[in-house]
Each structure stands twice: as structure tokens, then as C-alpha cells.
T-cell receptor, first 113, second 115 residues
Framework: GNSVTQMEGPVTLSEEAFLTINCTYTATGYPSLFWYVQYPGEGLQLLLKATKADDKGSNKGFEATYRKETTSFHLEKGSVQVSDSAVYFCALSDSGNTGKLIFGQGTTLQVKP | EAGVAQSPRYKIIEKRQSVAFWCNPISGHATLYWYQQILGQGPKLLIQFQNNGVVDDSQLPKDRFSAERLKGVDSTLKIQPAKLEDSAVYLC?????????????FGPGTRLTVT
């Protein structure tokens, strides 16, 4: 079945460091790919998405490129801030296009000043 | 625009008791999802409604979990009887329509602890 695997956390970085959170997936068909973020005490929010191969999603300085050949959707940011501290979830849409999301286990990012 | 509302925010019960969670989606959103998020894991879909019809309940433990969305607006998720392994955050999400093109908006969740 479809699945998503994320790198283990927590990830601890200093402010202004470069961020990469790895995400790989297994899926039939051509799913859409998503990154969601959960800030402390808040609900899940969509950060960015990509709907087809080679698409790049971007938002708030974060980017991820849909790589079909490596079945990956790694999240990157050039310079993280303390306010980026949160849990990040990679997800894919089920191939039936019902909107059902399959999530990875989440990666906690902690940014220190 | 008001977001997805859920209540209660926290609930502690003993095993074998019953519990119910309520969700009010964003106005006009036809699709409603219930996810279960166990500590340290990503959310897992329990049930999806399109208006008041069930689209997917393949992951819902139907011997103890039930959900309804009467009138196609708000929804209730019930657990009866609860087990220790049901301790989790229950998330409700809604979207304008079903399909990957429509963003899902999540509520704050209900944190359930079963003792």
C-alpha cells in the first residue's frame, strides 16, 4: 500500500542554518505530495504542495521538489528562524483522489537562537 | 472566516467507558475527515464523509468506533467501549470538496487519554 517515510527527529539547528528534512514515498499512480506543519499548541497547517513530477512547492521560504525518479519530496529552507520550530509532516494523497492523506511520522525541528 | 471547531479539547476516561467528540467544519465545506494521531506517529484517516455520506471508513474499528454526519454539517465520533490503545489526538479536517486539489483545514484536535 501507499506509505510515507520521514527522517527521524528531533532535528536541532542554530538560527540561520540550512534545513533539510528527508521524505520518501511509496505509491501507485501519481499522488500529490504535501508538507504540513504543526506549531506548538496549534493545529496542522498546509505548508506547501506539489501535484506532479518536477513540480516545486514553496511557501514562507520553504521549498520541496517532487522527484518521481527517487520517489522523494525533501523539505528545504536556506535560513531557519526560531519561529520555524515545529513538527513537520510529509504526506501524499491517496490515488483514488478522494482527498485521503497518508502521513509520515513527523519530524520535530528545534531552532536555537 | 471561522476555522474547524472541535470539542472537547481534552478528555480523560477509564477503559470500557464511552466518549464522544464533536466537530463543526468550515461553513460550505462538503468533505469532512476524522483522523487519529497516536503520539509519535502521523495522523491516520478513520473516516471520510462527503456531505452526509461515507466515502471511506476502511480504517475505522467498527466494533467500537462510530461516526455520523447528520444533515451534512457537523459530525460526531464515538468510541464505545474505549481501550487503552485509543489514547490519541483525534483530528477533524474539512475541505470544500473531496480530492487532492482541495486543501484540508484541520481543527485543534481532541486529546483523549484512556486510563
Amino acid at each position: 500500500g501507499n506509505s510515507v517515510t520521514q527522517m527521524e527527529g528531533p532535528v536541532t539547528l542554530s538560527e540561520e542554518a540550512f534545513l533539510t528534512i528527508n521524505c520518501t514515498y511509496t505509491a501507485t499512480g501519481y499522488p500529490s505530495l504535501f508538507w504540513y506543519v504543526q506549531y506548538p499548541g496549534e493545529g496542522l497547517q498546509l505548508l506547501l504542495k506539489a501535484t506532479k513530477a518536477d513540480d516545486k512547492g514553496s511557501n514562507k521560504g520553504f521549498e520541496a521538489t517532487y522527484r518521481k525518479e527517487t520517489t522523494s519530496f525533501h523539505l528545504e529552507k536556506g535560513s531557519v528562524q526560531v519561529s520555524d520550530s515545529a513538527v513537520y509532516f510529509c504526506a501524499l494523497s491517496d490515488s483514488g483522489n478522494t482527498g485521503k492523506l497518508i502521513f509520515g511520522q513527523g519530524t520535530t525541528l528545534q531552532v536555537k537562537p | 472566516e471561522a476555522g474547524v471547531a472541535q470539542s472537547p479539547r481534552y478528555k480523560i476516561i477509564e477503559k470500557r467507558q464511552s466518549v464522544a467528540f464533536w466537530c463543526n467544519p468550515i461553513s460550505g465545506h462538503a468533505t469532512l475527515y476524522w483522523y487519529q494521531q497516536i503520539l509519535g506517529q502521523g495522523p491516520k484517516l478513520l473516516i471520510q464523509f462527503q456531505n452526509n455520506g461515507v466515502v471511506d471508513d476502511s480504517q475505522l474499528p467498527k466494533d467500537r468506533f462510530s461516526a455520523e454526519r447528520l444533515k451534512g454539517v457537523d459530525s460526531t465520533l464515538k468510541i464505545q467501549p474505549a481501550k487503552l490503545e485509543d489514547s490519541a489526538v483525534y483530528l477533524c479536517a474539512s475541505s470544500y470538496r473531496e480530492g487532492a486539489s482541495y486543501e484540508q483545514y484541520f481543527g485543534p484536535g481532541t486529546r483523549l487519554t484512556v486510563t
